[in-house]
């Protein structure tokens, strides 16, 4: 099993503020990973994939960097509804399709 | 508007079973692959199982092996997970994902909760 491991756990940051979380994987997963976001009471809703891809009617303020094992998401400037958990999440072994323990960003 | 919406949690003693049901509306739930997921207290997000379009292939994660059962029910829209033998790790917000290359998820619902426990 890849193991993701995302840091910080939680992050404080002050609107207008960048944000950058990494995930780190056990091995190498290529290009193949996406980001989550997860706001409190509502559905998980897909950011990134492919590392870099912007999701459909996702803001510019987001973007996502990386491959093999090190990535990175980008708030570039924190708006009051960007505060959240994110997640990321490997397919490169789609058998096998694990996720991050998570980061909360919090004001 | 496309939207998952799922049912059927509640609060059930090891060993117990429940029926998780996920409705789909916005688009139509036999053109894509559909996932399970959990969300695990203190422990993050855990793929359960996935289903293909006509519910003939399914795979599972190791630990709910024998246990879950994934189907589908396309005329109705409806994705559906048998939880039994439940266990007291099986305690989690379960979410139903679309599921469109097995690979990433693009559609989520809110999830319903399973609280195992005696």
């Known amino acids: ?107 | 508007e496309v939207e998952l919406v799922e049912s059927g949690g509640g609060v059930v003693r090891p060993g117990g079973s429940l029926r998780l049901s996920c409705a789909a509306s916005g688009f139509t739930l036999g053109d894509y692959y559909m996932s399970w997921v959990r969300r695990v207290p203190g422990k993050g997000l855990e793929w359960v199982s996935n289903i293909n379009w006509s519910g003939d292939k399914t795979t599972y994660v190791d630990s709910v092996k024998g246990r879950f059962t994934i189907s589908r029910d396309n005329a109705k829209n409806t994705l559906y997970l048998q939880l039994n033998s439940l266990r007291a790790e099986d305690t989690a917000l379960y979410l139903c994902a679309r599921d469109p290359r097995q690979w990433y998820f693009d559609l989520w619902g809110r999830g319903t909760l399973v609280t195992v426990s005696s």
């Open chain 1, 1 to 107: 099993e890849i193991v993701m491991t995302q840091s910080p756990v939680s992050l404080s940051v002050s609107p207008g503020e960048r944000a950058t979380l990494s995930c780190r994987a056990s091995q190498t997963v290529n290009s193949n990973l996406a980001w989550y976001q997860q706001r409190p009471g509502q559905a998980p809703r897909l950011l990134i994939y492919d590392a870099s891809t912007t999701a459909t009617g996702i803001p510019a303020r987001f973007s996502g960097s990386g491959s093999g094992t090190e990535f990175n998401l980008t708030i570039s400037s924190l708006q009051s509804e960007d505060f959240a958990i994110y997640y990321c999440q490997q397919y490169n072994d789609w058998l096998r399709r694990t996720f991050g323990q998570g980061t909360k960003v919090e004001i």
